[in-house]
């Protein structure tokens, strides 16, 4: 394959196969451009089999060559090359190198060494402004082994759906068919903005003139380190995009580790404040320590103390614990329905704790709390177990059966009674467990992990996200703090998994989101533990009653 030639602002780039140049803005282009209607990545010089080929990568304003738009060109001669509109882009000339026998008969160029030119050219050659750019030195990879990480994945969420995109890639938004997250609002962009892989991260680059809002304020350039909700277009009523860096759990762990100790500054700043306050006014703290409960004081007083953190043992054992629950039912037509829920393991024989809409939709409560649904009661249901933390697909092994149902508190205990295929268990089960806390004593702030199996990851592994508690919330009929509100992200799929403290233990029961109507904030809501415990009592009874 040939060499190539790139002539920009007076200078000459030579390029040897099978390397490829990227073309825009960004400093780290091969090919710099300082238009104004240059994207920061624009076009890709791109080596084939059948040779260099120019490729626009849905840049902003498009790739010229002869005055027409093009999005991907073969070379064969000298070709002028304009990267957006007259006047605000940048221009550029690319020719393929062919070497030439007697005769002037084309021959096969042979393969350039690292370095095609002496590092000082003598003046008389000719080629003062002459770069030579020698074949990237990349190690290739070994075969048989997995692909380097370079940087976090990427989940970008909108219009109801999720994408996921490896690092490195580029990821365009917008309403162009062509484009990584194609949206239909007509209040995007054709191309809105655009989304790079950096060093250990993602930059987000807008690209439309009616701008990119996080929290009502305008960004043109963006670096992605945690989840951000984007509106594109309006900074109320454009469509919201969230981005989603996906970290390992480990990474994850230092992160989220780090916001506790900051948060935990602060708390204690907060009350250094507050003790300069009471003892430049003894009268009135003294009048509220007579009215508090002295031994509620002395419990403050205690857990004031570094709480424990939520260690890479614990959280591997409360996944193991968590099992993927499928199931199959037919509504009033007769047509088969089959959905997926999540589970905590919390008796080594099999017993399982999860929701009442994913275990028996027809339990009573369900529909005065969420509305009537056609999908009859499954015969039985699919428990899938991992086999080990380092998410490993989960992979079905038992069946079970509803021991009791609330739907008013949205939740059920269900027994494992059989094998996958429906044959007698052999000997006791021995699983593994995640113990049961207690949800009277959280505090708003207070870390939250939820687990389970979302959509996005179906069995391939145990989801792991995590937040804050932000607010309790009353129920008439279940009672006080029933439910907690929480920034951790659940999706569909999560339902029934497990709500765990940074002691490992079960705090409460992931089971549906809540948007308010002209808000970008989405809540998620447990149900807490406390409320369900009664239930667990009843399906404990009578599991052994039966086994009596």
């Not at 400093?27 to 120019?54: I, N, Q």
């Not at 509109?85 to 350039?112: I, K, N």
């Not at 994945?153 to 484009?179: K, M, N, Y």
């Not at 949205?410 to 006791?428: C, F, M």
């Amino acid at each position: 394959m040939s060499a190539l030639r790139v002539v920009v602002d007076g200078r000459t780039i030579l390029v040897d196969p099978p390397r490829l140049l990227r073309i825009g803005r960004a400093v780290e282009s091969d090919v710099l451009l300082a238009g104004d209607s240059v994207s920061r990545v624009h076009a890709e010089l791109r080596p084939t089999r059948a040779g260099w080929v120019l490729v626009d990568v849905a840049s902003a304003h498009g790739t010229f060559v002869d005055g027409e738009r093009v999005t991907e060109l073969r070379l064969t001669r000298e070709t002028e090359v304009r990267c957006g509109p007259e006047g605000g882009g940048g221009v550029f000339t690319v020719t393929p190198e062919v070497a030439s026998g007697e005769g002037g008969v084309p021959v096969q160029q042979e393969r350039p060494t690292a370095v095609r030119a002496p590092a000082q050219t003598p003046p008389d050659t000719g080629f003062e402004n002459t770069m030579v750019v020698a074949p990237a030195v990349r190690p290739g990879p070994v075969p048989g082994a997995p692909a380097a990480r370079s940087g976090p994945a990427l989940l970008v969420s909108a219009e109801g759906r999720e994408h996921r995109f490896s690092h490195p890639t580029g990821v365009t938004i917008g309403r162009l068919p062509d484009c990584s997250v194609v949206l239909t609002d007509p209040v995007c962009s054709r191309l809105h903005g655009r989304v790079d892989a950096v060093a250990e991260g993602w930059l987000y680059t807008n690209s439309s003139r009616e701008g990119t809002f996080v929290d009502g304020r305008r960004i043109d350039r963006l670096v992605v380190k945690e989840r951000v909700a984007l509106r594109l277009g309006h900074p109320v009523a454009g469509p919201e995009v969230s981005l989603v860096p996906i970290l390992s759990a480990q990474e994850e762990e230092r992160r989220l580790a780090r916001a506790r100790w900051a948060r935990r500054l602060a708390v204690i700043g907060g009350a250094a404040a507050v003790l300069l306050v009471i003892v430049a006014s003894g009268v009135t703290a003294a009048v509220l320590l007579d009215r508090s409960d002295p031994a509620q004081v002395v419990r403050s007083s205690t857990s004031s103390s570094t709480p424990g953190l939520l260690t890479g043992e614990e959280l591997d054992s409360a996944k193991i614990a968590t099992v993927l629950i499928g199931a199959e039912s037919t509504d009033s037509d007769g047509n088969t329905v089959s959905w997926s829920g999540s589970g905590s393991i919390i008796s080594s024989d099999g017993m399982i704790l999860t929701n009442a809409h994913v275990a028996e939709p027809q339990a009573d409560g369900l529909a005065q709390q969420y509305g009537p649904t056609d999908e009859a009661n499954p015969d039985y249901l699919e428990i899938a177990l991992i086999e080990d933390a380092d998410d490993s697909a989960a992979a079905p092994a038992f069946r079970a059966r509803v021991v009791v149902s609330d739907g008013f508190m949205d939740a059920s205990v269900i027994q494992i009674y059989a094998t996958i295929d429906g044959g007698p268990l052999e000997g006791e089960l021995d699983l593994p467990t995640i113990p049961i806390g207690s949800s009277a004593d959280l505090s708003t702030g207070e870390d939250v992990t939820v687990l389970g199996f979302p959509g996005i990851s179906g069995s391939a592994g145990v989801s792991v996200t995590r937040g804050v508690i932000s607010t309790f919330l009353d129920d008439d009929r279940l009672g006080p703090r029933s439910e907690i509100d929480t920034d951790a992200r659940i999706a569909p799929g999560n339902s029934g998994g497990a709500a765990i403290d940074n002691e490992a233990e079960i705090v409460g029961i992931p089971s549906a989101t809540f948007s308010q109507q002209g808000s970008s904030v989405v809540s998620g809501r447990i149900r807490s533990i406390d409320v369900v415990k009664p239930l667990i009592a009843e399906a404990e009874a009578q599991t052994s009653g039966s086994q009596d």
